[in-house]
């Protein structure tokens, strides 16, 4: 049983490229979110999705963008990286309303 | 909107000293709340949660906490701290009460002296 798994683990990015931070979970679980992690920040929601072809926006949209093909599947998308996404990205997954959430290892990106 | 404030962003005690994290919410909805741990280069895990049934929530690895809706807290303790309870732990409150998410604290990291 694999839970939620990220990928990829580390990530270096030049100002301006873009990726996608990769989030699958095999729970079955309708809920999924992405949240930063700064120190001494907390975690800040960044998009979440309560199911397939539903997405809203969290406390810091800015700068990403997501989607939701799959229950299985939440990629999240920087298109033009910026020194301010670097962070540690965590994907989470959830059975249902306030449920616990399942969290990820996270994905630990530099933006230079 | 929902809010936790976690009292301390280091905190340190002995070995087999009682451990409390501090926890304080602001909810204008009956809340949900929760604590988790965090190890080093690992996404975070569940330790306990509070939905309104018993004040008194018991946890994993020994871990404990009460809600106290007059002291609006909700603080985590353990009688006897061990080497391997190091880490940084979080408190976290229902966003809405509905499906988006939770609400975190900027988190307490726990030094354990030997």
């Known amino acids: 049983n694999a839970g939620v798994t990220q990928t990829p683990k580390f990530r270096i990015l030049k100002i301006g490229q873009s990726m996608t931070l990769q989030c699958a979970q095999d729970m079955n679980h309708n809920y999924m979110y992405w949240y930063r992690q700064d120190p001494g920040m907390g975690l800040k929601l960044i998009y979440y999705s309560v199911g397939a072809g539903i997405t809203d926006k969290g406390e810091v949209p800015n700068g990403y963008n997501v989607s939701r093909s799959t229950t299985e599947d939440f990629p999240l998308r920087l298109e033009l990286a910026a020194p301010s996404q670097t962070s540690v990205y965590f994907c989470?997954?959830?059975?249902?309303?306030?449920?616990?959430?399942?969290f990820g290892n996270g994905t630990r990106l530099t933006v230079t | 909107a929902q809010s936790v404030t976690q009292l301390g962003s280091h905190v340190s005690v002995s070995e087999g000293a009682l451990v409390l994290l501090r926890c304080n919410y602001s909810?204008?909805?009956?809340?949900?709340l929760f604590w988790y741990v965090q190890y080093p280069n690992q996404g975070l895990q569940l330790l306990l949660k509070?939905?309104?049934?018993?004040?008194l929530v018991k946890g994993i690895n020994g871990f404990e906490a009460e809600f106290k809706k007059s002291e609006t807290s909700f603080h985590l303790t353990k009688p006897s701290a061990h080497m391997s309870d190091a880490a940084e732990y979080f408190c976290?409150?229902?966003?809405?009460?509905?499906?988006?998410?939770?609400?975190f604290g900027k988190g307490t990291h726990l030094i354990i002296q030997p």
């Open positions: 509070y939905t309104s049934a018993a004040t």
């Open positions: 976290a409150v229902s966003r809405g009460g509905g499906a988006d998410g939770l609400t």
């Open positions: 909810s204008s909805v009956p809340p949900y």
């Open positions: 989470a997954s959830s059975p249902g309303e306030v449920s616990p959430l399942h």
